[in-house]
């Protein structure tokens, strides 16, 4: 039976390259302005709009029903589906995928436990499984055991996002603005958490690359991406450059994207991240 991926936009796949895939929009809201993501707004028009607003945006959840749309033209064209969706500590949307996938036997639902990029990746190994052949119940098992390999790891460049979404006090957002405080977060057990501060980008860069060090390594026989938040990848390719020791081999055909709506609300434009499946033990 073939085997249909489907994601949702929250994994910034916003042209599939493959037929077998198929993204989900979701929806961010500016103001009155309602768009879905990646077909109504791109991330270069979504960054134009989040600088020049005040106020944040919101973004929606999938419902049930377009999830079960989506199985329903699945099961039509006789295919099995493998649906890898946006963390359930994040967004409502695993949780609509599952009440969607009651009523399709051959519909595999996973919690990719992660966001942006790292979900990507974990969608690119969907693909890498679908060409060697495997059922999709069995695609969905091995998701489920290489997810907790995924680490996803980023660099912000400013505090000014984190404040507006209450996550930290104006004072704090201050006082880091003042000492050019770079955090580092990453995404641990579905859940964004903050690993560490670095005082300007140069440090920042370091302590991204001392991050990924501290892992057992990139597996780079599976995906891995780095994308960045904002309208261009100066930043990226400045770090790129300052962890070249890191890439070397690599570097010269790194996949680089765009960190979109979902994530990007949060961490503002100039945010840099990285995503791998590290080494297995």
């Known amino acids: 039976m073939k085997v249909r991926i489907i994601t949702d936009s929250a994994s910034d796949l916003l042209q599939p390259h493959r037929p077998e895939i198929t993204v989900l929009p979701m929806t961010i809201t500016f103001g009155t302005e309602e768009f879905l993501d990646g077909v109504e707004l791109t991330h270069q028009r979504f960054y134009e709009k989040l600088i020049e607003g005040e106020e944040l945006p919101k973004t929606s959840q999938i419902s049930p029903a377009q999830f079960e749309e989506a199985f329903r033209q699945a099961a039509e064209a006789g295919e099995a589906v493998v649906a890898v969706v946006l963390s359930s500590r994040l967004s409502g949307t695993y949780q609509s995928a599952c009440i969607a ?14 966001a942006t990029i790292g979900e990507h990746i974990l969608v690119e190994r969907a693909l890498e499984l679908v060409d060697q052949g495997l059922e999709a119940g069995a695609i969905a098992a ?18 000014e ?19 050019a405080i770079k955090p580092v977060v990453a995404v641990q057990g579905g859940e964004v958490v903050m690993l560490g501060k670095a005082r300007g980008s140069k440090n920042g860069n370091n302590l991204l690359v001392q991050e990924i060090e501290r892992t057992r390594g990139v597996d780079f026989t ?9 309208l261009d990848d100066a930043l990226l390719r400045k770090y ?33 991240a990285v995503a791998f499946f590290q080494k297995r033990a």
């Open 161 to 179: 996002y984190l404040k507006r979404g209450g996550r930290i006090s104006a004072s704090v957002a201050l006082v880091g603005g003042l000492l």
């Open 222 to 230: 599976r995906p891995y991406r780095l994308g960045y938040a904002g």
């Open 101 to 114: 996938a009651e009523d399709f036997p051959e519909a595999y639902v996973v919690d990719s436990e992660n």
């Open 240 to 272: 790129i450059d300052d962890s070249r020791a890191l890439w070397a081999g690599h570097a010269g055909s790194m996949p680089i994207g765009t960190v979109g709506g979902t994530i990007g609300t949060h961490v503002g434009p100039g945010a840099i």
């Open 142 to 159: 091995q998701l489920e055991e290489e997810k907790r390999d995924i680490r996803l790891v980023a660099l912000l460049d400013t505090l």
